[in-house]
């Protein structure tokens, strides 16, 4: 059980029937010598001055999860602000999928600690007031222990360099684990792999600006481990799923949504999970099921996704007969695996290629209660899964919209161009601004999202043409008369 989440009531006369024993965290000697263990075998294949390193990256990271515990402490607001064992995991498998031709610096492998370590913390949290206080003590820990010179050109508040690892930073063919160097490149490929998207799928008018960059190269990250799934959280019309589609994309994976009607139920919702178990196990197909909370049309459909998401199991989502069908048809790989085909065995292998083919990206808003309750109810979306917090767009991202789409625009010089495209993210940072002083007079939220942003856009050229259609109307009626 856990005392920090969920029903911690017990009825006294059940509890005397058990013995009940408290599990601490594990104390600083025990997770030197688990990770240790796993980190010293990794780095026999590097040079030696990198393994010398090996000790320096475990009291980094145990120093960095020590800070990271006290400063940001849980609250009723912030319930997922819980870091435990399995964080420390997670940095530790990121370190993992390094190879010795790539990284092959120790400053490279300061900055791909400092990476993964923002990836598993950082990206958990709600506020920028936050993330600039994680920064600091991010930074503060990597020069105590890296040799990274120029680690301060990273965390700029403008013109930074960008701190990326991924799975396409030298290409969508290449996926070996590497650093991006620059922007511009990663435009390029995404602008590629968007390209090649659109051919094949339902057309994504996307904007590729610094922040949707680094999503998509969080949630590529998240599905490309083994068992890895994303909890996307962010104001309706953040771009949260047109961002999980490129990733999965990118990844090589199909995205899997279920389509909501009138009737769709819980058995119907079974059927489509069935559907997707199949696919991963069987025919081994990589797969992205994407599922947003505005589909969640029976609160019991989070007991699968729950159950997804801790062990890849579903109790009981197949009949005897399926569940047989299914053991038969992989008979063949579980002896292929040298293991010996008993239905045991065979049921094994077949949840050990979904757990490996089938990532779920689930997509949630933080407005109301209702992420809160149903996060408290179910673990799993929580502790099971890598959580991407959309922060709002900053006003350099805005600006580079704002004139993708006003590029087109027929004006009288390229001065009024500038200014009506500097005007709207002007706008939008004036009524982020007023909504803050109506919060604080009235307690009441006026959320601003990247998509009122551009309806603003799409509200203005319509305005426009509506008008210059007014006004040639009334000049040819002035020439020619009624």
Not at 133 to 138: D, P
Not at 330 to 355: M, S
Not at 424 to 451: C, D, G, H, L, W
Request: glycine share 6%.
């Amino acid at each position: 059980m856990n005392p920090t989440a969920g029903s911690f009531i017990i009825n006294p006369r059940l509890q005397r029937l058990f013995m009940t024993l408290a599990v601490d965290f594990p104390g600083q000697d025990s997770l030197m010598k688990i990770y240790g263990t796993f980190l010293q075998g990794h780095l026999q294949k590097f040079k030696e001055d990198i393994q010398e390193l090996g000790t320096k990256i475990l009291q980094a990271a145990l120093a960095l999860h020590e800070r990271v515990s006290s400063t940001f402490r849980k609250t009723a607001v912030n319930f997922h602000y819980e870091f435990t064992v399995r964080h420390l995991a997670n940095v530790f498998q990121g370190l993992l999928m390094s190879t010795p031709e790539v990284v092959n610096t120790p400053a490279k492998w300061g900055k791909l600690w400092l990476h993964e370590s923002e990836r598993v913390y950082a990206d958990r949290l709600v506020s920028l007031q936050d993330l600039e206080t994680y920064n600091k003590s991010a930074v503060t820990i990597a020069k105590k222990y890296f040799p990274i010179n120029d680690i301060d050109d990273y965390y700029k508040k403008k013109d930074s360099r960008p701190l990326i690892f991924c799975h396409f930073s030298r290409g969508l063919t290449d996926k070996t684990y590497d650093e991006v160097l620059d922007y511009q490149h990663m435009y390029r490929v995404l602008t590629e792999a968007l390209l090649e998207y659109n051919e094949t799928n339902a057309v994504m008018d996307l904007v590729l600006f610094e922040d949707a960059m680094k999503h998509v190269a969080r949630i590529s990250r998240i599905c490309s481990s083994p068992g890895g799934h994303a909890l996307l959280v962010g104001v309706g019309g953040s771009g949260k799923q047109s961002l999980a589609r490129l990733a999965a994309f990118i990844c090589g994976y199909a995205t899997v949504t279920i389509v909501i009607s009138g009737n769709y139920s819980l058995s119907n919702f079974r059927e489509d999970l069935q559907k997707m178990y199949k696919r991963a196990g069987l025919k081994g197909e990589g797969l992205m099921f994407l599922f947003t909370d505005s589909q969640i049309v029976d609160e019991r459909m989070l007991v699968y996704v729950n159950d997804l998401l801790a062990s890849g199991e579903i109790p009981d989502l197949f009949a005897q007969e399926d569940r047989d069908e299914i053991i038969n048809a992989i008979r063949g790989e579980t002896k292929a695996l040298g293991l010996v085909d008993t239905p045991e065995n065979c049921w094994a292998t077949f949840i050990g290629k979904v757990k490996a083919n089938l990532h779920v990206a689930f997509t949630a808003s933080p407005v109301g209660e209702a992420f809160r309750v149903r996060s408290q109810r179910f673990l799993a979306t929580i502790n099971s899964t890598v959580i991407d917090w959309f922060q709002p767009w900053p006003e350099v991202s805005l600006l580079s919209v704002a004139r993708k789409f006003l590029d087109d625009l027929e004006l009288e010089s390229d001065a009024v161009r500038n200014a009506v495209v500097e005007f709207m993210p002007f706008s939008f940072a004036a009524v982020n601004k007023t909504s803050k002083a109506f919060f604080e007079a009235e307690r009441r939220y006026n959320y601003t999202t990247p998509k009122t942003f551009l309806e603003l856009i799409k509200l203005y050229k319509s305005v426009l043409t509506k008008k210059r259609k007014e006004s040639q109307e009334a000049i040819d009626r002035l020439e020619n008369g009624l």
